[in-house]
């Protein structure tokens, strides 16, 4: 069984930094595409940033140029390195990944939260 261990969230001041890290474990061949998800309170869960095991990224509007994602693919673990922190990035960070097995199984994180005061 696959699982997805998020860690780094915290509370950061606005204009702060924090890094996200993921790792996958299990019964595991590969997973492709790897991703970072959010969700704040009333809001549904929205793409921040994936990337490919190739290393093609894609990014919300919103955090592009603050944002970086990256990967290990020997270890299965994401980054997510955040700077330039808004308090409107306050959310539940999600990690995610593809399994390589079927473009049908997502597997998820039980996220960490992220706060940023003003």
Do not use: H
Request: glycine share 12%; charged share 15%; net charge positive.
């Amino acid at each position: 069984q696959v699982q997805l261990v998020e860690s780094g969230g915290g509370l950061v001041q606005a204009g702060g930094s924090l890094r996200l890290s993921c790792a996958a474990s299990g019964s595991i061949f590969s997973i492709d595409p790897m991703g970072w998800y959010r969700q704040a309170p009333g809001k549904q869960r929205e793409l921040v940033a994936s990337i490919t095991s190739g290393g093609s990224t894609n990014y919300a509007d919103s955090v592009k140029g603050r944002f970086t994602i990256s990967r290990d693919n020997a270890k299965n673990t994401v980054y997510l390195q955040m700077n330039s922190l808004k308090p409107e990035d306050t959310a539940v960070y999600y990690c995610s990944g593809d399994a390589g097995w079927s473009a049908r199984v997502r597997y998820w994180g039980q996220g960490t939260q992220v706060t940023v005061s003003s």
